[in-house]
């Protein structure tokens, strides 16, 4: 739920695995398959998941209901992740707007079916609604793109692209296809 919670888990080497959500949409039963003789299914149903991903205050961020439910979740989550890191660095986020403030975010799993493609949109969403007028670049490199978004934003700051940057990664996955493969 919020930064604290991340390194409780990370400084008590809490054990964050859990089963598949089960307010996706999956079809657990017939998903899992513990010897894999079924086509099409997983061998296990446990990983490190966001049980609440699709919580979300459209109205906070000035977005309408029907929007929100048409928006990748991930988009969502990088709205708040950066409301909140804007807020914690002591910025008033309202204050932004106008900036030159870049937003670089890692994305890898573009599999929500309501919006596709919508993965190069992600750090662009972002930018729109806190008005910032920096580069947005959304990077799916794979496993390596949050790293990969972290770079290309302190490169930004260094040549003067941007004035600050948010810079970070989400990864939530919208169907099980990742376990099948």
Sequence with gaps: ETPEDLWRLVAEGVDAVSEFPTNRGWNIDELYDPNS???????????????????????????????SLGMDPQQRLLLETSW?????????????????????????????????GTGSIASGRVSYVLGLEGPAVTIDTACSSSLVALHL???????????LALAGGVAVMATPEAFVE
């Design 37 to 67: 003789d079924r086509p099409n299914t997983s061998y296990v149903k446990h990983g490190g998941f966001l049980h609440n991903a699709a919580e979300f205050d459209p109205d906070f961020f000035g977005i309408s209901p029907n929007e």
């Design 84 to 116: 909140e890191a804007v807020e914690r660095a002591g910025i008033d986020p309202v204050s932004l707007k106008g900036s030159a403030t870049g937003v670089f975010a890692g994305m890898m799993y573009h599999d929500y079916a309501a919006n596709s």
């Design 153 to 163: 934003a302190v490169q930004a700051l260094r040549s003067g692209e941007c004035s």
